[in-house]
């Protein structure tokens, strides 16, 4: 893979374009992780410098050496693993044993510049099909042929001993330039394969950026980005997710985070924006929320990491629906010829209108106004006409998208392939190599300091490994006569994993207040009357748990069982597709107390209250409000002596008329307070152990909110 990237944050130009190599017998999980060194620097290629002549012929003789160049350096990085391509080499396998191993150049990791730049490709080609320009912006249900790289080095090869025109219009036809390309002539190499789907550079960096775009004049034509900044900034945390704190406007800075950040809420936010729309404007805004929709659906779909032929046909229906609704903002796809054309018809229109208004000589004040308001509407009409008809969506990351599922049902799944976690890590490797470089011809000294890092934290991962298996080994002999009785119990995990297994990581109250001893100081703390708490409490109580666990239910012996208050709940959340791996939720309520410094911090979380099949698509559970959370001891219960219930204050909303189910364009579950009481006094008393994680919801006024099911994929999953 290969990954240009400036050498500084901070001053001039100077740019670095590293070749890393790794290979695919590794997990993916296992490459992304920066400290596991699965990937190593094997070159720097040469930087063209800037363009500085004008004259045509300077410019295309520089481009040439650039060309000649990036060969010859293409040719040195390939020679050593051309020879172990065609022969094999033995190779020590962590097993112990030595295989006979062919190398294989699988996949080229870059964005679309670079792709061009090493395939030798027109601008706005693709490197795995012949796609004329005009049919970018087309659904998948076109196929076009796969290219033929060997062909078009055959052919440019014929025209250079013939010098025949028409070779050289017949690869100019399909987006060839009439250079080599590095990867031709390499073995066993499928050169149209090499191109794998980049979710970072594609979608995000993309066609989000796109998108954004469109999104920013659809809001501005129907005067709603107030409104939009105003949800934008009003998101609450989730895990992994940085809340907003400046205007959708004012962030200058949109990069691969940034990006997948607003990846995670747009569908919501955007919904929330453009809600109680006018007669005229429903279509509109139904078809645009649909839009961004099916494009968000589609990048979250292709970071699963196991698919179906289910999910795979989700995906493709989902890239239908961007195409079938994506003319809603063909208006604002305009290249700036198109503006300018738009503009000048609008100027010729308005002299045309004075002139009639004058004609029209005397007219009354009404008259004049209705005359003016239909001239405004036909202009603004014709702008639209003129911006629809010549803007198309014929962009090549557009196109990309088409070959997605097809790349996973030959190859698997997407996120294998993306290296953006190890990416950032490598940038700073190489930014610390120069920093330690005398800046003066640097490439080299970057190199070494590369290479050093890297052998040292190899031979370090190597030692530790060592250290490990040893310690594993003292356990073993110490347990060999269990191992006799027991030869099956052989390939147990791990004692740590072991322990994993057989208890799942329990959710765990934190952050403990002082000076809260019992119901009544509790009370005070969380700012309700106590008399309400001791009604959820023997309500809590008859509702879940037994009849000799039960708690008093008299207010006096209530005020005495001790309790503990805390601010904080752990709750280990299974990740998505796996098994073994849980993320941590840590859902905070400081009543009305501040949070580092800042406003009060109560989360929305998930409680299950009902059974599966209740709520539609929320599944029997509903978002509510953490108010508290606390320990209570049974000191007075009867036969089972002092039982400890751990115990959340919560503020349910309530899923609205539809039950749940999802029915608007924008495919999101609308929540709302309860009507019967005021809010604040709305409270339930539950077990943590019903609290399945936080809850991300979306402001939409008026107490109420959407569900952003697009927060994670785990959500995404199981929110539809
Ligand atoms: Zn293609």
């Known amino acids: 893979m290969s990954d240009q990237t400036h050498l500084t944050n901070f001053s001039g130009d100077k740019k670095a374009w590293p070749v890393y190599l790794t290979i695919g017998n590794i997990l993916s999980k296992t490459r992304n992780s920066p ?130 025109e028409q070779l050289a219009a017949s690869l100019s036809a399909v987006g060839i330039k009439m250079e ?3 990867f031709v002539g390499l073995s066993r190499v499928v050169v149209p394969l090499l191109f794998k789907p980049d979710i970072l550079h594609n979608v995000y960096l993309g066609l989000f950026k796109h998108l954004m775009q469109w999104i920013e004049d659809f809001l501005k034509k129907h005067d709603r980005q107030d409104l939009f900044d105003e949800v934008w900034k009003s ?68 970071q699963y990491r196991s698919h179906t032929p289910e999910t795979l046909g989700y995906m493709e229906r989902y890239l239908e629906a961007f195409h079938h609704y994506k003319d809603v903002f063909q208006e604002f796809r305009g290249s700036k010829k198109t503006r300018g054309d738009a503009d000048a018809n609008d100027e010729q229109l308005r002299l045309e209108h004075e002139r009639e208004l004058k004609g029209a000589g005397r007219v009354s004040a009404a008259n004049r106004r209705r005359l003016q308001d239909a001239y405004r509407a036909q202009r603004a009409d014709e702008r639209e006409e003129i911006l629809r008809s010549q803007s198309h969506f014929n962009f090549i990351k557009l196109h990309l998208l088409v070959h997605y599922c097809s790349h996973v049902r030959q190859f698997g799944n997407i996120p294998m392939y993306s290296t953006d976690v ?23 000294q970057i190199l070494d300091y590369y290479g050093r890092v890297h052998a ?31 030869e099956t119990d052989r390939y147990r995990p791990r004692k740590g994993l072991a322990q994993a297994e057989d208890a799942r990581p329990r959710k765990l109250l934190k952050a403990r207040y002082a000076n809260i001893d019992n119901l009544r100081q509790l009370s005070l703390s969380l700012d309700v009357p106590v008399e309400r708490i001791f009604e959820e409490m023997i309500k809590y ?15 006096e012996r209530l005020s005495i069982l001790p309790i503990e208050q805390f601010g904080q709940l752990q709750i280990p959340v299974l990740a998505f597709q ?48 953490l108010r508290g959370l606390f320990k209570v001891r049974n000191t007075v219960a009867d036969a089972t002596g002092s039982a400890v219930h751990r115990l959340a204050v919560v503020q349910l909303l309530q899923a609205q008329s539809n039950g749940g189910h999802i029915t608007d364009a924008h495919g999101l579950v609308k929540v709302s307070v309860r009507r019967q009481a005021p809010f604040e006094d709305a409270f339930w008393i539950v077990d943590i152990m019903t609290i399945s994680g936080i809850a991300h919801l979306i402001p939409e006024g008026d107490g109420q909110w959407l569900v952003n099911s697009g927060i994670d994929l785990r959500t995404f999953n199981e929110i539809y």
């Open 35 to 164: 400290s596991k060194m699965a990937v190593v620097l094997v070159a720097l290629l040469p930087v063209p410098p800037k363009f500085t002549s004008k004259k045509t012929k300077t410019r295309s003789i520089q481009r040439q050496n650039n060309d000649e160049a990036l060969d010859a350096v293409f040719s040195l990085i390939f020679e050593p693993l051309e020879a172990f391509t065609k022969s094999g080499k033995a190779m020590n396998c962590s097993d112990g044993k030595v295989r006979q191993c062919f190398p294989v150049l699988a996949a080229w990791i870059a964005d679309h510049a670079e792709n061009e730049a090493l395939h030798g490709l027109k601008r706005m080609s693709c490197a795995r099909c012949e796609v004329p320009i005009e049919s970018l912006g087309s659904d998948a249900t076109e196929v076009h042929p796969t290219r033929d790289y060997e062909r078009y080095a055959s052919v440019t090869e014929q025209y250079f001993d013939t010098g025949d």
């Open 422 to 444: 190890g990416e950032l890590a490598h940038k700073v490797q190489i930014k610390e190599g120069y920093r330690h470089s005398n800046k003066n011809d640097a490439s080299r």
């Open 456 to 486: 040292v934290s190899m031979r370090l991962l190597t030692l530790r490994a060592l250290q490990a298996e040893a310690i594993d080994q003292e356990e073993l002999s110490g347990d060999a006569e269990r191992r006799f009785l027991d």
């Open 180 to 182: 080599r390309n590095v």
């Open 578 to 625: 796996e098994t073994d791996v849980y993320d941590t939720h840590r859902a905070r309520t400081t009543g009305k107390r501040s949070f580092r410094n800042g406003a009060s911090r109560n989360d929305w979380v998930w409680v299950a209250v009902g059974s599966k099949g209740e709520y539609g698509a929320l599944h029997g559970q509903l978002p509510g409000k």
């Open 235 to 302: 998101l609450p945390p989730y895990p992994g997710f940085f809340v907003p704190k400046k205007a959708y406007r004012e962030v200058t800075q949109w990069q691969g985070k940034e990006m997948r950040n607003l990846g995670r809420c747009i569908v919501g936010v955007l919904a929330s924006a453009l809600r109680r729309p006018t007669p005229a404007q429903q279509g509109p805004f139904r078809n645009v929320i649909r839009c961004v929709r099916a494009l968000v659906d589609f990048s979250l779909m292709a």
């Open 541 to 555: 109580s008859r509702r879940s748990l037994k009849g000799d666990e039960r708690l008093p239910e008299d207010d």
